[in-house]
């Protein structure tokens, strides 16, 4: 007797600053996050994401494209970063200083 193939269930979330799409896709049990995308239309609708460059993850997980998915899985392909954490938080607290945001007079 041939064993049954299950199909699982996945989402895949992509995010611009104005928008969050959210795409769910049912494949076989095997499939990979790289089949699920593909598979998905996410590409299709936001045709600027380029999978050589932007990271991939599971549940805020990074993951490969070759990761294996099981049920219910949510896979989040990631923008990159438009400035570094670091310097914005030492630009913020730089100019905090000169505005004198403490209450306190000069």
Known sequence: MAEEQTSIMVEVAYATPTEQQIFTVTLGSAATVQEAIELSGVLQAFPEIDLEKSDVGIFSKVAKL???LRERDRIEIYRPLIADPKAVRKQRASEG??????GGEE
């Not at 200083?97 to 403490?102: I, L, S, V």
Request: proline residues 0%.
């Open 66 to 68: 070759s990761a294996t």
């Open 97 to 102: 200083k000169k505005m004198n945001k403490g």
